[in-house]
């Protein structure tokens, strides 16, 4: 009986022997996942103020291009006695009127040439006893525009001020020398409305805004990526546009514009846009305020998330006395308001255990950590049978130390991004944006069951130009 017990001994130290050597097994039960319902999410609006300043020179070259050659004719000669044709012989000029009472006009400048017919004698008898005379006679015109924008549409409301002949010849009439500048004189009342709304007809077709506005707002509304590394693109969604009326200041007229739209930041594949042109409010307001007030949403979906935290596990070992393990593989999903980690481990103990904690950001190294880091209940029963020295807060602290990641070269990224658009930038032909913005920062998080948001505000100031346009 001694020799058994001693046998039986010797063989139960071998069995625990080899157990305590072997790796211990975990098979938990994996903690369920949320339903898989459609990402919704708050998002406020951003409000981007955008000042666009368009040359008068520009206005000018476009006018030019419209009106040429012949701006007027009246050719019945017998309903009173004379015949007038209007032409342009040299460039239009657009100037801010210096006068006192017409400051923050358009003064138009229109170098003219009129050709004149005009006879004199009667007819009786059905025999016509007409004398015609023609001349050729140059002047310039002066007239000035008030300036209005309208629907995105600059509009004018030109007035005929004067002319200035540069000669002036005459022609005796009964026995007297006549200024030929008399008859054209009293027929300005023909030819100056016509005159008056051909410039405001040239500066209506060629000046409006609308379809740039949106074809600008179009492209800027394209998805564009951000970092390729994180997959990350920032997507504009605009929802509303406000203008205020047109001023003419200095030699151009200035306009404010503003925007209310979404900013999301979005990782993984290309998203798609979200412009609507037909969905977009176009709004008159007296003011703008004349800052960028953006808040971005940047959304990191759980399995994008896990890719990043897995890396931080990479090459490492975590040490328990003689236990050794490493983590493989981490996956990150959402349960009931809490961040689930599964960790695939290999060492010591082979087999996946499961922490849970809440999410929150650190303003100062710009990273998303996990507070109230714990074992799933599930997983914590289990060590407690099978491998309780893993169950020690020490372990769970060094795990817990890598169960975060930086966003801050996301945001130094998007930062850098966002300003090469505001340097210069030349999207349309003769179109320029300038600005500059200040820090991004994180206002909030919020989880949803598929993916972690984080709400972003930025601050700035961008302007338009408008110089050269074609």
Request: charged residues 20%; contains cysteine; positive net charge.
């Amino acid at each position: 009986m001694q020799r058994i017990s001693i046998i039986l001994f010797f063989l139960g130290f071998l069995y625990i022997a080899v157990n305590c050597s072997s790796p211990a097994k975990i098979n938990n039960f994996k903690p369920e996942l949320d339903d898989a319902i459609p990402l919704a999410y708050d998002n406020s609006p951003s409000y981007i103020h955008l000042p666009i300043a368009i040359q008068l020179k520009d206005i000018e070259n476009k006018t030019n291009h419209s009106l040429n050659g012949l701006l007027y004719k009246d050719t019945i000669i017998e309903d009173d006695n004379i015949e007038i044709k209007v032409w342009k012989i040299a460039p239009i000029r657009f100037e801010n009127s210096t006068s006192p009472i017409d400051n923050g006009k358009i003064k138009t400048t229109l170098p003219l040439k009129v050709t004149i017919k005009y006879r004199v004698g009667t007819a009786k008898l059905g025999i016509s006893l007409y004398n015609t005379k023609e001349f050729d006679l140059n002047g310039i015109v002066t007239l000035v525009s008030d300036v209005d924008l309208s629907n995105w549409k600059l509009s004018t409301k030109t007035k005929f001020e004067s002319v200035e002949w540069t000669e002036s010849p005459t022609m005796k009439l009964l026995g007297k020398n006549i200024p030929v500048t008399f008859l054209i004189n009293s027929s300005l009342p023909l030819f100056k409305t016509k005159i008056e709304r051909k410039i405001d007809e040239a500066i209506s077709k060629y000046i409006d805004f609308k379809p740039n506005v949106l074809y600008a707002l179009e492209k800027i509304s394209m998805p564009f990526q951000m970092s390729q590394d994180y997959e990350s693109w920032l997507r504009l969604t605009p929802l509303e546009i406000y203008s205020t009326n047109a001023k003419l200041v200095a030699e151009s007229i200035q306009i404010n514009m503003g925007i209310k739209c979404i900013i999301e930041t979005l990782i993984g594949n290309k998203p798609q846009t979200k412009f609507n042109p037909s969905a977009i409010v176009i709004k008159a307001v007296n003011t703008i305020p004349n800052a960028i007030s953006a808040n971005i949403t940047a959304v990191s979906t759980y399995q994008d998330a896990s890719v990043v935290v897995t890396k931080n596990f990479a090459g490492q070992e975590f040490i328990f006395g003689k236990k050794k393990i490493k983590v493989q593989n981490v996956t990150i999903w959402h349960k009931k308001g809490k961040i689930i980690f599964g960790l695939d481990l290999t060492g010591s103990v082979n087999g996946s255990i499961y922490l849970s904690g809440v999410p929150h950001y650190n303003e100062t190294s710009q990273e998303i950590y996990f507070d109230q880091m714990d074992y799933a209940l599930e997983t914590e029963n289990k060590l407690l049978k099978t491998a309780n020295w893993l169950a020690q807060g020490i372990i769970l602290k060094k795990i817990e130390a890598n169960c975060k990641y930086s966003i801050r070269k996301n945001l130094e990224e998007g930062k850098k991004n966002i300003e090469g658009y505001l340097k210069n930038y030349s999207p349309l032909s003769g179109v320029y944006v300038n600005g500059n913005i200040g820090n991004i920062q994180l206002k909030k998080m919020q989880l949803t069951n598929q993916a972690i948001l984080a709400y972003l505000k930025i601050d700035g100031e961008v302007k338009i130009r408008v110089d050269g346009l074609k």
